[in-house]
Structures are given as C-alpha cells and as structure tokens.
C-alpha cells in the first residue's frame, strides 16, 4: 500500500516538472470563471492584464478571461451570445445599445448602492424604469478648439455666438458633423429641444435657420451633410477652419501632422446653448441577465472602475474617469501653458455640468436618420423649414 502511495505522489511530482501547466489547470478548473468582454481595448492590453492580476490575487477562487472585441462587432455578437444560455458575464458597451438591451429584459438590474461613487448625472443615465442597467466605464466630453490666426475677435461660448461670425476669406467659421451619429441632435439638446413636442417649436425653426444661413453664404463647407469628424478635423489641420468642437484626444494628431496650425491652437470649453450644459459620450459595462457569474463580475467592474484603475487609464489614455474621486486627482485640476493639459481640464470640469441623454425612443438609430434627412432637406432644398419640421416631428413620434 505504502509503495503505491509513493508511486503516486512520484507521477505528481513527475507532472508539475515536465507539463507545469497540468496543475494550474487542474487549479484553474475549480475556480469561477468570469468571461469579459471589451470593445477594442488591445493597445491596452498591458493596464488590464494588471488589473485582472490585482484582482485575480484579492480573490483567488476567481479566473478573469478577457477577450477584446472590435468595435464593429461589439453589438453583433453581444446581441448573438445574450440569445444564447451561455452569454459573456460582463461586457463592455454604449448606452444606446445597453438600453435597447434593457428594454428587452435581457440585463441584469443593478443595486444602487454599488453606484455611489460614479458620477450622478452620468449613473442616473444608465437607468431604465427606474432600474440601473449598467456601471459606468469611462467618458469623453468634447472642447471647442480655434485657430488664433484666423480669428481674434469676442471668443463665442454659445452656438449662438458662433452663428454670427463672419469667417476670413477663403475659411470657414467651423465644420458641423451634421448627419454623423447624433451630431445635430446633440445641439438641438442644448436648446431644450429634446422631443417630438417641440422639435418644430419657434426656438427649433430659429436654430434650423441658423445653420442654413450658414450654409448658404459658405461660411460652413457643403460637405457638413455627407462628411464626419475626421474630415472636419483635417479641415482644421488645414487650416480651413476657425473652429472646430471636437475631442481632446485629437490634439496629439494635430501637433503630429500640423504643427503650424498646433502652435496657433488655443481651447476654449464646448460651445453650449440655452441651458449651458455639456454633452459627453460614455461606454459602459453590463451583465447580460443569463450570466453565471453575476455577483463576481459585478465586483470586478467595481474594481475596474475604482479611482486608483480609473486614474492609471486616464493617465494611459484621453479618456476621462467616471469615478468622482479620481476627477479629484491634481492631474484634472492643476493648469499650465501647455494645451492638451488646458483641454483635458477643461474637458473634465465639464462632467460637472452634464445635460441628461435622450432616453424615451427605442431605437435611436432611427431618430439619428429622421434628423439626418431633415438637415439635408433644409439644406440643399428651397422648402419652407416649418413644413419640414412638421413632418419630423410626425415621424419621430411615431418612434
């Protein structure tokens, strides 16, 4: 008996030296496995590997496994495996589409009280019949940029001013995304213009004319109904544009491949409306409703979302944390000469002025194409804009 005690514990000892890994995964068998999903984080591959680490080594029953999606198919296949009964246990996602998912039933709710540390305006988003539905990850929120050779007159702080400069020859004053996402929307929001009760409103008819005016004398290019931001920003680089409302993160692109246009780049806050708050863009984490690993994967996007993790990636990234404290951290709040640093504080004091997303159409793609073909209509058509409004109106209330 004694000897083939022996003999087994020699054929362990024998595997631990030559297949090292037998063990571990007999380890790793045993443990609960949390599948994690992210939309195009591999560049920082090295941040959350540590994290998973960190968190691996505070809770050693648990055996995270990342795997980093593209953008593109992040709704493809998150939309496939909640189908399934078998679905990823947290994944990585816009709010559109984490609504859309919620109004479906197929996210598990999440108690407040997890949620204090994030900010409100930004938690209170994630919310649906008066039930969270995710937790937030990271936030950008737009400056206005402006090239000081082309302008030095009053610096517009509203879309109202920026109406009423007249540009120097051969520039624009700026360059509107205006059938891209929710660009228009996203300026109709700043005047309170945020339903089909008022989308044909007096204010809406005088914002609407605004922008045709605009387009009309040349003073925004032709193109600002069929282009995106990136040609915007290559507009700006150059050196067509006086300004331009864009993100941060641009700037590195800017000083990489205009660094004329660069030096004379100064940062003004986002051009705001009647309400004076700030839009901003959020992903976000969800655990779909069949996941079986619920609770861990709720504690580790706690952790992932910590003010220490959310500081290191800020500092990584252009990115901006949704955890209040980390925005407390000197790296927000300490100003110098140097204009991505001017951009990045900017950009984060506006969290602290957020005006609420859209949240009562169940498909705003939808919405983004009634608004699109609106715009175009105004723009390139001699119809009356009322009229036109009208007909909007019709259609998104019947989303």
Same mark, same amino acid.
């Given at each position: 008996?004694?000897?083939?005690?022996?003999?087994?514990?020699?054929?362990?000892?024998?595997?631990?030296?030559?297949? =090292?890994?037998?063990?571990?995964?007999?380890?790793?068998?045993?443990?609960?496995?949390? %599948?994690?999903?992210?939309?195009?984080?591999?560049?920082?591959?090295?941040? %959350?590997?540590?994290?998973?680490?960190?968190?691996?080594? *505070?809770?050693?029953?648990? #055996?995270?496994? !990342?795997?980093?999606?593209?953008?593109?198919?992040?709704?493809?296949?998150?939309?496939?495996?909640?189908?399934? *009964?078998?679905?990823?246990?947290?994944?990585?996602?816009?709010?559109?589409?984490?609504?859309?998912?919620?109004q479906k039933n197929a996210l598990y709710n999440i /108690?407040? #009280?997890?949620?204090?540390?994030?900010?409100?305006?930004?938690? /209170?988003?994630?919310?649906?019949?008066?039930?969270?539905?995710?937790?937030?990850?990271?936030?950008? @929120?737009?400056?206005?940029?402006?090239?000081?050779?082309?302008?030095?007159?009053?610096? =517009?702080?509203?879309?109202? &001013?920026?109406?009423?400069?007249?540009?120097?020859?051969?520039?624009?004053? +700026?360059?509107?995304?205006?059938?891209?996402?929710?660009?228009?929307?996203?300026?109709?929001?700043?005047?309170?213009?945020?339903?089909?009760?008022? %989308?044909?409103?007096e204010k809406s008819i005088e914002i609407f004319s605004?922008?045709?005016?605009?387009? $009309?004398?040349?003073?925004? =290019? #032709?193109?600002?109904?069929?282009?995106?931001?990136?040609?915007?920003?290559?507009?700006?680089?150059?050196?067509?544009?006086?300004?331009?409302?864009?993100?941060?993160?641009?700037?590195?692109?800017?000083?990489?491949?205009?660094?004329?246009?660069?030096?004379?780049?100064?940062?003004?806050?986002?051009? +705001?409306? &009647?309400?004076?708050?700030?839009?901003?863009?959020?992903?976000?984490?969800?655990?779909?409703?069949?996941?079986?690993?619920?609770?861990?994967?709720?504690?580790?996007?706690?952790? $992932?979302?910590?003010?220490?993790?959310?500081?290191?990636?800020?500092?990584? +990234?252009?990115?901006?944390?949704?955890?209040?404290?980390?925005?407390? *951290?000197?790296?927000?709040?300490?100003?110098?000469?140097?204009?991505?640093?001017?951009?990045? %504080?900017?950009?984060?004091?506006?969290?602290?002025?957020?005006?609420?997303?859209?949240?009562?159409?169940?498909?705003?793609?939808?919405?983004?194409?009634? @608004?699109?073909?609106?715009?175009?209509?105004?723009?390139?058509?001699?119809? &009356?804009?009322?009229?036109?409004?009208?007909?909007?109106?019709? &259609? !998104?209330?019947?989303?």
């Open positions: 008996m004694m000897k083939r005690f022996l003999l087994f514990i020699l054929f362990i000892l024998f595997l631990s030296f030559v297949f =090292p890994s037998f063990l571990k995964n007999q380890d790793d068998n045993s443990k609960q496995v949390v %599948i994690f999903w992210t939309l195009q984080l591999g560049t920082f591959d090295k941040y %959350i590997n540590n994290v998973i680490s960190e968190f691996e080594k *505070d809770n050693p029953n648990c #055996k995270i496994k !990342w795997i980093d999606i593209p953008y593109s198919e992040g709704e493809k296949r998150t939309l496939a495996s909640i189908l399934t *009964d078998n679905p990823p246990d947290l994944v990585n996602l816009t709010p559109d589409f984490s609504l859309l998912l919620a /108690d407040e #009280k997890y949620l204090n540390d994030y900010i409100p305006a930004i938690k /209170d988003s994630l919310k649906y019949n008066g039930k969270f539905f995710g937790i937030p990850f990271y936030a950008t @929120s737009a400056v206005t940029l402006y090239n000081s050779n082309l302008y030095l007159g009053n610096l =517009p702080i509203s879309y109202d &001013d920026l109406f009423k400069i007249i540009p120097k020859k051969n520039t624009y004053v +700026t360059m509107f995304s205006l059938t891209e996402n929710d660009t228009l929307l996203k300026i109709l929001y700043k005047y309170n213009i945020n339903s089909y009760n008022n %989308i044909n409103s605004k922008i045709k005016n605009l387009y $009309l004398n040349g003073y925004i =290019p #032709k193109e600002c109904i069929t282009q995106t931001h990136r040609d915007a920003l290559e507009k700006y680089m150059s050196g067509q544009l006086a300004f331009l409302v864009t993100g941060s993160n641009f700037l590195n692109m800017i000083k990489e491949n205009a660094p004329s246009v660069y030096r004379s780049t100064r940062i003004l806050p986002q051009l +705001t409306g &009647d309400n004076g708050l700030y839009d901003y863009s959020l992903m976000n984490f969800v655990i779909p409703q069949k996941a079986k690993n619920k609770q861990i994967a709720l504690k580790f996007a706690l952790f $992932l979302t910590n003010s220490l993790n959310q500081l290191e990636l800020a500092k990584l +990234t252009s990115i901006l944390p949704v955890n209040k404290y980390a925005l407390e *951290d000197e790296f927000f709040t300490i100003q110098n000469e140097d204009i991505q640093i001017q951009a990045r %504080i900017i950009s984060a004091s506006q969290l602290n002025n957020l005006q609420p997303p859209l949240l009562n159409v169940k498909n705003k793609k939808d919405l983004n194409i009634l @608004s699109s073909n609106c715009i175009q209509e105004i723009l390139i058509n001699n119809k &009356d804009i009322e009229q036109i409004l009208d007909k909007f109106a019709q &259609d !998104w209330e019947k989303l």
